[in-house]
């Protein structure tokens, strides 16, 4: 028999050499796990920041004197913000990868945070929300791109889903913040505690998060960075995607940036009356995200984006246009805020299905542009909401965030059905 002692298993992981086990093609295990706990870690915080001015609105325009114009614009500059931090990290993250990027628009988000409960002006709360909404809009990508290009494919959608349940569980812990720990112990104090958490975070990824070892064998292989002609060659299928992303980052953020607002001011609900109705909505949200992985990857991305966001569509109707009849009806107001939330589901499919749709060279790149661009234009929500409500009403403005989500649920049927696909089909 010929000795065996000395020949040995592929190193797996490793970039360069096309016969390595790369990372999503081993079984899923501890690695994987890592990698999924560390992302969910800074995208929580990440929306945590993102929407905790929403909750704390209120407090904040009484202690500075802003009308609901000006703070429309503290909140829509925040979310314009995101686009060019979307356009920075992408390429950044495209570059010089994954995990480095992840680290730095943490700490950036972070320092923002703290920075806004020193505002004693409105120009000053807008510089601030500027700086979170920088570090905010660079965050998604890159570790959606990590996941994406870590996990074995037949799992990919349900561990994307998993790191996207951050978004729910950070408007529930700012719903939570802003509904019982501002009142206790103020707004300003809140946004600075709020910053803790992305020390902790920022440590824990330069420690142990491991790099994307498709990005590191692609940047190898090609030897140069992001190449923009790349994404004009997909510009039909990334023209596609912006449509699909823009519709229904307008019916997110046609129903959460004034829904904490609008119960209260103009619902009479308290500040902890608003909350626990955001926390129920949440909880659906929960929900939603942690059972869309394992609905797409069961069904495929469309059947399974197209249900949630009609679900979606339909639980924005009680709270907003019918509020007076629903309210009659005991529990149908919170059923329908769970219903709505449990639809925003769709969003842990947005970036499987993005990441799948383009290369492994502008995937980070497409990620950042796709998201941040689209909810840069949400600049402008805010500000509409706020016209608008004060000449129709808030309630059947707020509704047209269930208009937005039907649409996008019909049109990613224009998409390619794209389960269980190689991440590395389109290189």
Partial sequence: MEPVANIQPPRPGLPGN??????????????HLKIIALAFAAWIFDFYDLVLYSF??????????????????????????????????????????????????????????????????????????????LGMGGGWAPGQSLVA????????ARYAAYVQTG???????????????????????????????????????????PESDVWQRTRTRLNRGVDLRAILVHRRIFALLFV?????????WFTY?????YLELKRGLTAAGASRLMITMQAGGVLGYLTFGRVADRFGRRPAFCAYGMLMAAGTIPPTILWSSARAV???????????GFGTGIWAGIAPMIAELLPTRIRNTSLGLLLNV????????????????????????????????TLGALMVWILPETRARSITAMD
């Fill in 167 to 209: 978004s729910p569980l950070g408007v529930l812990l700012a719903a939570a913040a802003g509904g019982y720990l501002a009142p206790a112990i103020g707004w300003r104090l809140t946004f600075m505690v709020s910053a803790i958490p992305a020390v902790f975070v920022v440590a824990a990824v330069l420690k142990w998060m």
């Fill in 18 to 31: 096309p016969r390595e086990l790369l990372m999503n093609q081993r079984p899923a295990g501890a690695i």
């Fill in 257 to 261: 940036t004034w829904m904490p607002g």
């Fill in 244 to 252: 699909v992303v823009l519709l229904n980052s307008e019916a997110f």
């Fill in 330 to 340: 005991p529990g149908l107001i919170a059923a329908a805020m769970f219903t709505a």
């Fill in 56 to 133: 704390l609105l209120v407090p904040v325009a009484r202690e500075l004197h802003l009308t609901p114009e000006q703070s429309s614009i503290a909140l829509g500059t925040s979310l314009l913000m995101t686009a060019l931090g979307g356009v920075i990290f992408g390429f950044l993250g495209d570059r010089f990868g994954r995990k480095p990027t992840i680290a730095a628009t943490v700490a950036i988000y972070g320092v923002g945070t703290a920075l806004c409960g020193f505002s004693q002006t409105l120009p000053q709360l807008i510089v601030f929300r500027s700086i979170t909404g």
């Fill in 149 to 156: 290009e870590s996990v074995p494919a037949e799992r990919r």
């Fill in 374 to 405: 689209t909810r840069g234009f949400q600049f402008f929500t805010p500000i509409l909401i706020a016209a608008l409500g004060a000449r129709f009403g808030f309630g059947a403005t707020l509704s047209l965030g269930g208009f937005f989500s």
